[in-house]
């Protein structure tokens, strides 16, 4: 057990300045100077260090090129010649093996960088997330979309901060570099070559901007996307019984389409950038050249000067290029950034000291507390004032909305009141440290939070973990005993929990287990029995009151025949408390007669038989352990960019402007050796004006012919590069709409998948990013390699087939290398990409249930559990940053081999005046801009494997939801006639349960008009039945209106069928757009109709007295602003505003107050003979307006009839309403 009662902090091993961040700093916002410096001044000397390799080889290669020109000019005995060539060649090769291991440190200390970087964005986002005040979470609307385009920008930053910056250190430390040697070796032909900079730096800003304004657009549509996206994950259900799956899917459609056109404008600017730079980077070398042959001519420079400074100044052009185009891509990472900035900029929190008293008594006094929620402008509490009983049990009671349930949230300070006080044993609950209420008060709420992916074993361990070093140290006898006296002997406890896999019911024994095993001084229970049946009910109420007899307890309730006389009872009503006292004063009260539900006989407890099992925890015998180690052992096999490609090859509606954008790209591949026969050209003129002849001709000749290529290897390249780039996103927009569809149009049992809804939406609204890749830079780059290379290999070798073999020689060690890297690449990021998702889920699931955690104190077990997350992923970061730098590095150590050994070759040809220089020059030339070209594959395959793995998964994901016959076939529609619904001999079982049926040959009928009501234990088939009336699951042997229910239309079945869920859900929105959610727009209902159904359910009133009235925003989940008897009376009117001819209603009277039930109960009766009704139901008072009655147990039907005729019967109806209310 824990001795140390202080509460760490979120982050224990993270200093002070860690927790801080300069949100004007963009891409450097997390950068800490005190403790990054050592890395960032190793990093920067390494990459700094492999760029003056650069330059080394640009001297090199004018000094081979001078001793060329000496042994033609001074005839130079051969083999001198050749030795002095063969040193410099040496030279050259020792500088690439130099750069290789330089280059290898570089990137793998950058990538390190960027994982720093990385992290401490992840923890400042989780801190602000655990920091952040409860009312933080009301008025944000969007957090889930927010979320999730959050946790792209930290790839994208960490991207910026790591490969971007590292190349942008590497280039910029090169610039200088090729500017000291160009002007060492020629200031003027320096001047001239950079006269063009200052317009390449204009291009590279003015294009940077624009991608700026765009990604930001692009971010924010794609946060909106998310959080549909997310709402149809969570909310299945929801989405298909009410028909919102097509509202959903037309926003969905309509986001992503404007989330592309701002992509459209990226890619534009980008491609405009690109095409710009290499026009320009061309131009500046022809300019240079020009001017440079007249300075040859005049005596001013020598010939390994100009080839030097030709070379230098032919890279240093490229090299401007390459950083204006890193400036651009870097210009994304800063909007990412500002996108994070933008989220955690909080107001400042004050600190204050916080009490933590040396023990409880649990005395609560409220002292006129007025309160509002920070969304809303109404008041919810107005004076309230009670002390609760301590040591004694205490009843908080009233109708639906009187305020009840918020008295908890104000008393645990999950919100601030605006006046008045909240005490604990007379201290003002906001002096109390949170970690002493949290200990001390237990709070279960109506609709508990479960932990999907945790053992019902951990969901109840959870409550009680801020007691223990960790969840494992918690002995599992104690959870057991917890399990026990919760009623959940019967399950598995080592069964894994999905959002799908407990029932209502279930859910609400676990969270009773939770505070079991807690077991503070004060126990508050919001309804905590709604979704149970009666004799579990009264079991589980018996033991409570057993267990916590002479401690503080609170039951926030509308059933009050367990309530006795000498218990204290608080009625209240509008917000106000009308009466408070010993519940036997107000025995004869108007209030209490008024809402008092007939008392029935108490029972004593029944003896429960509870099967010996052994709980093993061996993975020899458990088969959910087995199955966690083969999916652990299971590395996901990255497919083959083709194979990608082909498979969702029909998904691609551009085909003509893909192939458009394929030939265009082939023009500029081809386009490349053609410059590279120009610049051999002009060498050999240069060679030829060092001996003397006049080549004033050629030179303009060939200039011009250069400037032309230059011209239209820059058109080509802005338009393959803008074309491939609008072609990806066009596809990537495709296989969004196509999944987002696919998965609507799932039935449930998709829902039981192991994918998290956080996980699906992070693979297709960001990692479907990393998916355009495949086109925009796969395609482009195979294209142009590919012609480049063929026409360079066979140009020459027309030119010199000798040296062109030994050239060619190359070309298969360069494939096997990117081959070998990319298939060690493709798994280093489908491990590093897997924990990004575990840390991402645990990130959502934090989000999803922050009250919970507060509630329990968790916090310290949530961010044990994130850094454990971080801490992988850190260490699959070092091992991706260690297989990224060797790939650069051999790329530069192949390419440096090759020009040495080619070089060397070559001027042994010459030398032996079996090539004169001009073939000399053009074969090197065209192989050495051929083989640093191939080379160019490695150092996009980072990129290209994270698209491999997105498209992987998206390929998963489409395979893995075939079109579902439940929700897509049938095309009937049934005409009335005189039976609504049929099951015959009726057998189900789950998809994920198959040998565990839940009904066993079922058969009953409902007439038309016909109130029929399901009554049995929790877990005997009730809710499967209703499932399958709404097709959520498909079933054989069952009629809607005399027709197959498989072949009824799926539309017209889920208008013609409503329901009342146990658990009403509503998004994120107005009231005005939950009530129409999913409704058909031919069904026009007016303003007055809305009004009659509202009044109807008795909520006109209350909607009324809101500011903003039906246009009042509600939240979404545990952070809804209405009580739960309100969610619960909107989702009658919202049932009957769809004027459906079946109604089914689960549970619907759990969340009333006796007044607002026997209301309901009476606008059940008005219904008769104008609805089909089929409810679910424990309430005696709901079975007695039954036609008739259907009794299941065990997923067979026991008995039906009417009430008085089973109850007469004294049958299973007997026993389990024996207890009932």
């Known amino acids: ?20 961040v300069d949100t004007t700093k963009n891409v450097f916002m997390f950068v800490k100077l005190s403790k990054d410096w050592p890395v960032l001044l190793v990093g920067g000397a390494l990459m700094s260090a492999s760029a003056a390799a650069t330059p080394m080889n640009t001297y090199l290669y004018g000094k081979i090129m001078g001793k060329l020109s000496e042994f033609y000019v001074d005839d130079t ?12 060649c040496g030279v050259l090769i020792a500088v690439g093996g130099a750069k290789m291991i330089v280059v290898w440190m570089g990137v793998f200390t950058w990538l390190k960088f960027g994982e720093i970087q990385q992290k401490r964005a992840r923890v400042q986002v989780y801190n602000k997330i655990l920091k952040e005040p409860t009312s933080w979470y009301d008025l944000n609307t969007n957090l889930m979309g927010d979320m999730t385009q959050v946790n792209r920008c930290i790839e994208e930053l960490r991207s910026g901060s790591a490969e971007i910056m590292a190349n942008i250190v590497q280039t910029f430390a090169l610039a200088i570099a090729l500017v000291v040697m160009c002007f060492y070796q020629s200031w003027s032909i320096t001047l001239i070559v950079l006269a063009g900079a200052p317009i390449m730096a204009v291009i590279g800003w003015y294009f940077g901007r624009l991608t700026y304004r765009a990604q930001e657009q692009e971010n924010d549509y794609t946060s909106r996307a998310s959080k549909i996206l997310d709402w149809c994950l969570v909310n299945p259900t929801m989405v298909r019984i009410f028909n919102g799956k097509y509202v959903e899917l037309a926003k969905f459609n309509d986001i992503v389409n404007a989330s592309a056109k701002s992509y459209y404008r990226v890619a534009n600017a980008i491609s405009a950038n690109t095409g710009a730079l290499k026009f320009m980077t061309l131009m500046m070398f022809v300019q240079g050249f020009w001017f440079g042959n007249y300075l040859l001519q005049r005596g001013s420079i020598s010939i390994d000067q100009l080839f030097t400074t030709f070379s230098s100044a032919l890279m240093l052009g490229q090299t401007i290029s390459g950083i204006t185009e890193y400036l651009a891509v870097l210009n994304a990472a800063h909007a990412a950034a500002g996108k994070i900035a933008k989220y955690l900029q909080m107001d400042e929190q004050v600190k204050e000291a916080k009490i933590y008293p040396a023990y409880s008594v649990g005395k609560i006094q409220l002292k006129n507390v007025t309160f509002k929620y920070p969304s809303r402008d109404e008041i919810i509490l107005k004076g309230v004032s009670f002390e609760v009983q301590e040591n004694r049990f205490n009843y908080i009671i009233g109708k639906s909305g009187a305020g009840k349930s918020t008295i908890p949230l104000v008393l645990m300070n999950l919100y601030s009141t605006l006046s008045g006080s909240v005490e604990y044993d007379g201290a003002p609950i906001q002096h109390l440290d949170p970690k002493y209420l949290a200990q001390n008060i237990t709070l279960l709420q109506q609709n508990p939070v479960m932990f999907n992916n945790k053992t019902i074993l951990e969901n109840i361990a959870v409550g009680a973990v801020d007691d223990y070093d960790s969840l494992d140290d918690i002995p599992r006898a104690l959870i057991e005993e917890a399990a026990k006296f919760a009623l959940l002997q019967d399950l598995d406890l080592d069964t894994k929990v999905t959002g799908l896999s407990l029932s209502g019911g279930q859910q609400q024994r676990v969270s009773i287990a939770r505070a079991y095993l807690k077991n503070s001084p004060v126990l508050i229970m919001d309804e905590s029995f709604g979704a149970l049946d009666n004799q579990n009910k009264q079991i589980l109420f018996q033991r409570i009151k057993n267990w916590r007899q002479g401690r503080t307890t609170i039951f ?62 061996d993975y020899k015998t458990n088969p959910y352990i087995l199955k966690d180690l083969e999916a652990q052992e299971e590395e996901e096999q990255i497919m083959g960019v083709l194979s990608i490609l082909k498979y969702c090859s029909s998904s691609i509606n551009t085909k003509w402007l893909l192939m458009l954008g394929v030939i265009i790209a082939l023009l500029e591949g081809a386009a490349s050796p053609v410059f590279s026969f120009c610049f051999s050209k002009l060498l050999s003129i240069s060679m030829e004006a060092s001996i003397g002849t006049n080549v004033t001709r050629d030179i303009l000749v060939w200039s011009c012919i250069a400037l032309a290529i230059a011209a239209f290897i820059g058109i080509t390249a ?135 955690i507060r509630l329990f104190h968790m916090q310290n077990y949530f961010v044990e559990t994130y850094q454990a997350s971080l801490s992988n992923l850190k260490s699959v970061g070092t091992y991706r940053a260690f297989q990224t730098g060797i790939g650069f590095a051999i790329s530069d150590l192949c390419s440096a081999i090759a020009q040495g050994i080619i070089l060397f070759y070559g001027m042994q040809l010459a030398g032996k005046m079996q090539y004169s220089y ?122 809607i209106y005399d027709e197959d229910i498989s072949e009824v239309d799926i539309d017209w079945l889920r208008e013609a069928i409503s329901i009342v869920p146990q658990f009403p859900k509503f998004f994120d929105g107005s009231i005005y757009d939950n009530l129409h959610y ?144």
Not at 77 to 88: A, D, V
Not at 578 to 595: D, L, P
Not at 742 to 748: F, S, V
Not at 959 to 977: D, H, Q, Y
Request: aromatic share 8%; with cysteine.
């Open 556 to 617: 926030i309730t509308h059933a009050y025949d367990n309530i006795e006389g000498d218990d204290f009872v608080v009625i209240m009503e509008h917000g106000q408390v009308t009466n408070q006292g010993k519940f036997a004063n107000f025995m004869n009260n108007e209030v209490i007669q008024n809402y008092k539900a007939q008392k029935y006989e108490d029972v004593k407890e029944p003896e429960i038989v509870v099967k010996e099992t052994k709980l093993e925890y």
């Open 918 to 1039: 001009l073939q000399l020059l053009q074969v090197i030339t065209l192989l050495t801009f051929t083989l640093a070209n191939a080379s160019l594959l490695i150092n996009q395959l980072p990129e290209i494997a994270r698209g491999q793995r997105a498209g992987t998964f998206v390929v998963k994901l489409l395979e893995s939801t075939p079109i579902s016959k439940v929700e897509t076939e049938g095309k009937l529609i049934p005409r009335s006639n005189d039976t609504a619904i049929a099951f015959d001999n009726v057998s189900f079982a789950y998809p994920n349960k198959p040998h565990e049926p839940k009904l066993k040959n079922i058969s009953f009928e409902v007439n038309h008009n016909e109130t029929v009501g399901l009554v049995g234990e929790s877990g005997s088939g009730k809710s499967t039945i209703v499932s399958i009336l709404l097709r959520l699951y498909g079933a054989k042997s069952v009629r």
């Open 718 to 852: 802005y338009l393959s590069e803008f074309i491939l780039h609008f072609c990806s996103e066009n596809w990537i927009v495709s296989l969004r709409q196509l999944s987002f569809n696919k998965i609507n149009n799932q039935d449930m049992s998709f829902f039981n998948s192991k994918m998290e809804p956080a996980e699906i939406t992070t693979l297709l609204m960001n990692d479907t990013r990393d998916l355009r890749s495949l086109v925009s830079l796969y395609i482009s780059l195979a294209s142009t390699l590919v012609t480049m290379v063929l026409i360079g290999i066979i140009w020459s070798i027309v030119s010199g087939w000798k040296l062109a073999l030994v050239g060619i020689a190359f070309v298969p060690l360069v494939l096997v290398v990117t081959l070998a890297y990319g298939m060690i690449l493709e798994s280093a990021e489908n491990k590093y990409k897997s924990r990004v998702v575990d840390v991402e889920t645990h990130l959502h699931q934090t989000i999803t249930s922050i009250k919970t």
């Open 1 to 20: 057990m824990k001795e140390d009662i202080e509460e760490k902090e979120p982050f224990p091993e993270t200093d002070a300045d860690d927790l801080e």
């Open 77 to 88: 005995p051969y083999n001198s010649f050749i030795s002095e060539i063969g040193k410099l």
């Open 1078 to 1221: 999913g409704m058909n727009p031919v069904k026009i209902v007016s303003q007055h109709e809305v009004i009659n159904v509202l009044k109807l359910v008795g909520m006109y009133d209350f909607i009324a007295s809101l500011p903003e009235g039906i246009q009042t925003c509600i939240g979404e989940g545990t952070n809804s602003l209405v009580s739960g008897g309100q969610l619960q009376r909107l989702s009658i009117a919202r049932a009957l505003l769809r004027k459906p001819k079946v109604l089914i209603f689960d549970e619907c009277t759990s969340n009333l107050d006796p007044v607002s039930t026997r209301q309901f109960i009476e606008l059940i009766e008005s219904f008769n003979g104008k609805y089909t009704i089929l409810f679910i139901t424990h309430d005696k008072e709901m079975m007695r307006i039954a036609d008739n009655l259907i009794v299941l147990k065990d997923g067979k039907i026991a008995e039906q009839g009417s009430f008085l005729q089973l109850m007469s019967d004294q049958g299973e109806l007997t026993k389990i309403t024996k207890s009932s209310v």
